[in-house]
């Protein structure tokens, strides 16, 4: 099995929230699978924010103190940067507003001019092992077509209104997204 070697550069910038920490190694264990046959690490920057913010949820102290929730996330963080050197990671601790749409402003903000593509994970995403394949496939054929502007989702369901539609594969356009109990 040969090791990729990217052309582009990317970021994979990842808003966790306290509450979220139980399915975090999940998240880091396919992290690691989705970077460890890059040949060229220096090329993927990992940043992850944990945050600690308690402005919508408390921590339940009974349960786990802010001391344990930062060592299972660094925990987790020493793990990725064994086989991935390029991790960058921030506390958030404040207790204002800043969630997942500031992280997220703030990522592509912060990358925007040093990355070619800036990918936006969730503590409970995994990216296929194939997705710097097929980002790196999607880049060269926008290139010759000369395209540059666009989105790509691994996503597989659709889980947005309407005004997201010029992302949806047309087979998908029609269907109508019900949440229920069973994912459906």
Same mark, same amino acid.
């Given at each position: 099995?040969?090791?990729?070697?990217?052309?582009?550069?990317?970021?994979?910038?990842?808003?966790?929230?306290?509450?979220?920490?139980?399915?975090?190694?999940?998240?880091?264990?396919?992290? *690691?699978?989705?970077?460890?046959?890059?040949?060229?690490?220096?090329?993927?920057?990992?940043?992850? %924010?944990?945050?600690?913010?308690?402005?919508?949820?408390?921590?339940?102290?009974?349960? *786990?103190?802010?001391?344990?929730?930062?060592?299972?996330?660094?925990?987790?963080?020493?793990?990725?940067?064994?086989?991935?050197?390029?991790?960058? !990671?921030?506390?958030?601790?404040?207790?204002?507003?800043?969630?997942?749409?500031?992280?997220?402003?703030?990522?592509?903000?912060?990358? %925007?001019?040093?990355?070619?593509?800036?990918? !936006?994970?969730?503590?409970?995403?995994?990216?296929?092992?194939?997705?710097?394949? &097929?980002?790196?496939?999607?880049?060269?054929?926008?290139?010759?077509?000369?395209?540059?502007?666009?989105?790509?989702?691994? &996503?597989?369901?659709?889980? !947005?209104?309407?005004? !997201?539609?010029?992302?949806?594969?047309?087979?998908?356009?029609?269907?109508?997204? *019900?949440?229920?109990?069973?994912?459906?």
């Amino acid at each position: 099995n040969m090791n990729t070697i990217l052309k582009n550069k990317y970021v994979i910038g990842t808003h966790v929230m306290f509450f979220e920490i139980e399915m975090f190694k999940d998240f880091i264990d396919g992290l *690691i699978n989705l970077l460890e046959k890059i040949e060229n690490k220096e090329n993927v920057i990992v940043d992850l %924010c944990f945050n600690l913010s308690q402005k919508l949820e408390k921590i339940d102290v009974n349960k *786990i103190d802010k001391k344990e929730l930062l060592a299972k996330f660094s925990n987790q963080v020493r793990r990725l940067e064994h086989v991935h050197p390029n991790v960058k !990671w921030s506390v958030h601790q404040g207790d204002d507003f800043y969630f997942h749409a500031d992280y997220r402003r703030d990522l592509n903000y912060n990358y %925007c001019k040093k990355v070619d593509y800036v990918m !936006w994970g969730e503590t409970d995403s995994f990216f296929p092992k194939e997705a710097f394949q &097929a980002l790196e496939s999607l880049s060269k054929y926008t290139d010759e077509q000369n395209i540059h502007r666009y989105i790509m989702s691994f &996503a597989d369901r659709k889980m !947005w209104d309407s005004s !997201w539609d010029p992302t949806v594969h047309k087979d998908y356009v029609d269907l109508e997204y *019900i949440d229920d109990e069973n994912h459906h």
